[in-house]
Structure formats: C-alpha cells, structure tokens
C-alpha cells in the first residue's frame, strides 16, 4: 500500500520538527496547487451530499464552493488537471514534499473515481476498493469462515437460529439510557488517559458528547477545528457494554478526534499545508483514519486490559452483572474475525 506510508511518514516526520521549516524554493507551486485542490474537493462535497466529511478552512472557500459549483463533467476535468499539474513538479526523491505530492495524488484519484461513481459509472467492489482507498482488497472464499461460525455458535448454545442466540446474548449487556451518558463519559476518559501516557495532544484538545437519534449509524466524530470534535452516539440502536470503549478510542482517543488534532496541529498550522483542511469520506485518507481508529482500541486495551477496565469501572457504573463479561468478549471478538 504504496500510499499510505506518504501521510503517516508526513505525519511522523512533522512531529519530529522543533521549529517551522523555511520555504524551499519550489514550494509555492504546492501551496498553489493545495488551495486549488482544497477548493475543488468542497466544490465536488456540493454535487455529492456527504462527501465532505470535515473543513476547517477558510470560510470563503467554502462560501464560493456553495455559491457557484461546476458540473460533475467539469469537476472531473478540473481534477485531472490538477493531477497533470501535480506530476509537473519536481522535488528530491524521498522529501517531505515528495510524500505531499504522492499524497495528494491518490487523493486526487479518489475523486475522480467517485466523480466516475456519482455521475452513474457502475464499478465491482474490488474497483471501489482501488480507486477510492488505493488497496486491492483479499476475496476469500466463504468456507474459510466456516471455523469462526462455529466457534461463534459454541459462544451462543441453545435452540433457534444463529442470528437470533447472537442477539439474545448481546441484549443482556444493553447500557440502560438513564446510565449511558456517565459510562461513556467513564470510557471516554480512559481512552484519553491512556493515549495521553503516549502521545502529546495539542494543548486545549476538547470534545462534546452528544447523544442522538435518526442516524444510520451508531457513532460519529465530526471534527471541527481548533482542536474540537463532536462526538455523537445513536441511541436508536442498543448500545452495548463494549460500545463504551470501541466508541471511546474510535472516535476520540487514539481514533479520529486525536488523529485529526495533529493533522491540525503538525501539518495545516505547522507546516501551513493547507490540504489536510479538508477531509474527503471517500479516500486513502479516510481508510487510514478508520483502520487507525480500529487499531486504535487494541493500543490503548491490550491483552486483557480491556475486561479488567471493564469489570471494575464499567459494568459497575452501568448496573449490569459481571457474569458473562469474559465470554461476551469473546464473543466480540469472534463476530469480528467473521466480518
């Protein structure tokens, strides 16, 4: 996955740095182009309803976009430009600013495959995959699962069909609503903790929680700027016991609210790259950020960290028995084996 050591190389190297680097001598055709391209990724979230999942930018930017968005041919043409534009500079090999170019390329190459998709273009799911994220996904045979249905099934003994023993077993360690707000608060806190022992976070970092319905899906950060997020978690759907952690270290601490403050914090303000404004869903960009907030959960809860944490603050603050905790876990991670 050739693109994706660019952005966490830029991002690694860009923490290493004590002091804001000079101006190398081509570094005005980059900055140009990373305005242009910021502008057109808000122009195309005009035309596609979703696409644009955090700006931070300037708000004229997004006041033109919203005023005057070309048609979807024409955006396709735009993007292909900059891209010619793009591979039209030349930088050493192996620099800071080449890593912003390879960057930018495959961002620009996921919008163009999703300019493809919106205006009708019919692509297998192997295409998506390589053109919106830049990987070629593993289709493995559907015996393979075979294994972890039946140790799925072992979890869940009893009479009736899989699905419904799965559900049966989940529901037991349902958060009552009258607790939900403080177990999340609980988990969240600890995530942030943890993180903390390992990564600096910018000064002022601060979230708000949010509890919603009418959503199809059941947590979201949406990262707003100046180091914020809003953190918001669907209670139309049953939230579990285990959804306290996964939400708490997906979508705050080490996941997408930590993640997007230092993309804030070491590229847009520290090396004024103004690109990383800008968060397009559907992107390398965005695979990164969620593989990282899943990977995420298992760096702050390794080992057996997690039920212990669970045990002795959780269950307790929610009012739910411990009996059964071990086993739940394992069923989690079953189920996420098989999907």
């Not at 005005?28 to 122009?43: C, N």
């Not at 601490?253 to 804030?264: F, Q, R, S, V, W």
């Not at 004024?272 to 992107?283: A, D």
């Amino acid at each position: 996955m050739i693109w994706l050591r660019p952005l966490l190389a830029l991002l690694l190297l860009a923490g290493c740095a004590t002091a804001a680097p000079q101006a190398a001598p081509d570094a005005d055709p980059l900055d140009s182009i990373a305005r242009d391209y910021v502008r057109l990724q808000l122009e195309i979230g005009e035309r596609d309803e979703g696409y644009v999942d955090a700006y931070y930018g300037p708000a004229e930017w997004r006041e033109a976009a919203r005023a005057n968005p070309r048609p979807l041919a024409e955006l396709a043409d735009a993007v292909a430009a900059l891209q010619a534009r793009l591979a039209a500079v030349t930088v050493p090999a192996d620099s800071m600013e080449s890593r912003r170019i390879a960057f930018l390329l495959a961002q620009l190459t996921a919008a163009r495959t999703r300019l493809r998709m919106v205006q009708g273009e019919r692509l297998t799911f192997a295409e998506e995959a390589q053109g919106l994220c830049g990987v070629v996904p593993e289709i493995r045979p559907l015996a393979d699962y075979d294994p972890v249905v039946a140790r799925i099934d072992s979890l869940v003994p009893g009479d009736g069909a899989l699905a419904d023993r799965i559900e049966a077993f989940q529901s037991r360690f349902t958060i009552p609503a009258d607790r939900l707000d403080a177990v999340m608060r609980a988990a969240i806190d600890e995530c942030r903790r943890r993180t903390a022992r390992h990564i600096a976070l910018p000064e002022g970092e601060s979230f708000t929680l949010e509890f919603v319905t009418g959503r199809s899906w059941s947590g979201y950060n949406w990262y707003q700027g100046d180091y914020r997020s809003l953190i918001q978690v669907n209670t139309d759907l049953p939230v579990r016991l285990s959804r306290a952690v996964d939400l708490g270290c997906h979508e705050g601490y080490p996941g997408h609210h930590a993640y997007n403050a230092l993309l804030e914090q070491r590229l847009a303000r520290g090396r004024g790259w103004v690109e990383f404004m800008v968060y397009p869903l559907y992107s390398p960009q965005s695979f990164i950020a969620e593989g990282s907030a899943n990977y995420g959960i298992e760096l702050a809860f390794p080992d057996d960290e997690r039920l212990e944490f669970e045990r002795r603050v959780l269950y307790p603050i929610a009012g739910l028995p411990i009996d059964g905790a071990a086993d739940y876990l394992a069923l989690l991670a079953a189920l996420q084996d098989l999907a």
